[in-house]
């Protein structure tokens, strides 16, 4: 047979699989997402079928990356998302961990208003992409939308990513940069006791554990506000959500993904994933730890019915007994170890006495009904019920995991409903 007759048996197959695939996900694509049809249909089937056909040197790593950046790109495209943003820098730190941006604006009219001497409040943005991937520019156009409104100044804060720069880089450029920020803001011309963070998935997260870290000194750093949006709370057991939405309707990311990202963010590589997706990867020390926590936070009856939960969806599952031994699970589950006891990857393992600093600020916290992290939210409620803290649980229906960026219904009506709160405080 020649070379382009197996060239074509090969692309056949693909187009046929990929077909398949699609018509599989239009089973369970939910219609309520207003998004277009190749989107949900064909371009999230060929994201998961492609790394199940490359060899695995081309889906570890950056070659991994490097899929999900093309996948995020055409994306952005098919749902016809604005441009990248036009950025500033504000200030970069001279080790190159961590930069402020601001957006590009009317020198003329921003002039005007420095010389008018009005200060102005401030929001700052830290951008999600389970922190190995994504870009400040990637709030896309709703940034207009956002400073027109709230009437305050917009920063954007870049941080290192892995694999070139794992746990904890970014966290710790993201909290010099905040502490930057205040410190400097009478030069900026930025009202310091009215800045207020958000960020989405990664970023909300990153925007709670700057709070509750930078809140220690809030005579120094008076944070009025934290708006997490979908944020990425827990690396432990796979929540409710992740199974509902193991295929996520929107397309953004699936169960098999976390294990992944986890694994590069972690170890700088894809390694040890097989373990996590088994959910594997917690040691007898890692499930002590649990188990107290849920006990020292009063959450041990919602837990409990979230356990029940997890059972049953388990038990419609097919369960895999994975491709490597028991002997390589305990060894991969003792490299995650050290991680996973960090409350900065699992926030069910935040210090009660931490937890509570959020009662200096306006804590809130969105989530979307659609999405394989929803139930990561609704852990961090239960929790902050629990101890009597003070806090504004935002919950939208027809919302998706990673709407907020996205120029759609979901993402407009998200946008709207965390402007509002921004405007409030």
């Given at each position: 047979?020649?070379s ?11 187009i046929v ?28 089937p060929?994201?998961r079928v492609l790394?199940?056909v ?7 790593g950056?070659?991994f ?5 093309f996948?995020?790109?055409l ?12 950025l500033?820098t ?15 604006k ?7 208003g ?25 709030l ?11 009437g ?35 030069d ?24 509750i870290?930078l809140l ?29 939405f193991?295929v ?23 390694t ?15 499930q ?21 939960k ?6 419609v599952?097919k ?5 490597i ?6 060894k ?5 170890e ?5 409350y900065?990857?699992n ?6 006495e ?8 306006h804590f809130?916290?969105?989530?979307c009904e ?16 629990s101890?009597?803290?003070?806090h504004?649980h935002?919950?939208?229906?027809n919302c998706?995991?990673?709407s907020f960026?996205d ?8 946008q709207?409903?965390?402007v509002?709160?921004?405007s409030s405080l």
């Amino acid at each position: 047979m020649t070379s382009f007759a197996r060239f074509c048996i090969c692309l056949l197959s693909i187009i046929v699989a990929l077909f398949a695939c699609a018509m599989y996900q239009h089973c369970i694509t939910d219609d309520r997402l207003d998004l277009p049809f190749v989107y949900t249909h064909v371009l999230n089937p060929f994201k998961r079928v492609l790394p199940k056909v490359l060899p695995p040197s081309m889906t570890q790593g950056t070659a991994f990356l490097d899929v999900i950046a093309f996948m995020a790109n055409l994306r952005n495209r098919i749902l016809d998302n604005k441009a990248p943003l036009e950025l500033d820098t504000v200030h970069k730190d001279k080790d190159g961990k961590g930069e402020i941006l601001r957006y590009k604006k009317d020198r003329e009219q921003q002039s005007q208003g420095e010389q008018n001497g009005k200060r102005k409040g401030a929001l700052i943005y830290i951008h999600g992409g389970a922190y190995a991937f994504g870009s400040p520019e990637g709030l896309s156009g709703t940034v207009a939308e956002i400073e027109t409104e709230t009437g305050k100044e917009l920063f954007f804060i870049r941080y290192r990513l892995a694999p070139q720069h794992r746990f904890p880089a970014g966290i710790q450029d993201c909290i010099g940069m905040v502490k930057w920020l205040f410190d400097n803001s009478e030069d900026l011309g930025i009202t310091k006791n009215d800045i207020q963070l958000f960020g989405d998935s990664a970023g909300g997260s990153l925007v709670t554990i700057i709070a509750i870290e930078l809140l220690e000194q809030s005579d120094l750093y008076p944070i009025k506000g934290v708006h997490a949006i979908y944020p990425w709370y827990n690396m432990l057991y796979d929540l409710p959500s992740a199974y509902e939405f193991s295929v996520d309707p929107a397309g953004v990311v699936n169960q098999e993904d976390l294990a992944p990202f986890m694994a590069i963010y972690f170890f700088g590589e894809a390694t040890c994933s097989e373990t996590k997706e088994l959910n594997q990867h917690m040691t007898q020390n890692v499930q002590r730890k649990y188990r107290s926590a849920v006990k020292e936070l009063g959450i041990e009856e919602y837990i409990k019915l979230l356990e029940d939960k997890i059972e049953r969806f388990k038990s419609v599952e097919k369960q895999e007994t994975g491709g490597i031994g028991d002997d390589e699970h305990h060894k991969c589950a003792k490299r995650y170890e050290e991680f996973l006891l960090k409350y900065q990857n699992n926030i069910l393992f935040t210090p009660p006495e931490k937890l509570k600093l959020l009662n200096k600020t306006h804590f809130n916290i969105y989530s979307c009904e659609i999405d394989i992290l929803r139930d990561d939210t609704y852990v961090m409620v239960a929790m902050l019920e629990s101890l009597n803290i003070s806090h504004t649980h935002i919950h939208t229906e027809n919302c998706y995991h990673a709407s907020f960026n996205d120029n759609t219904l979901a993402g407009k009506i998200l946008q709207e409903k965390v402007v509002a709160c921004m405007s409030s405080l």
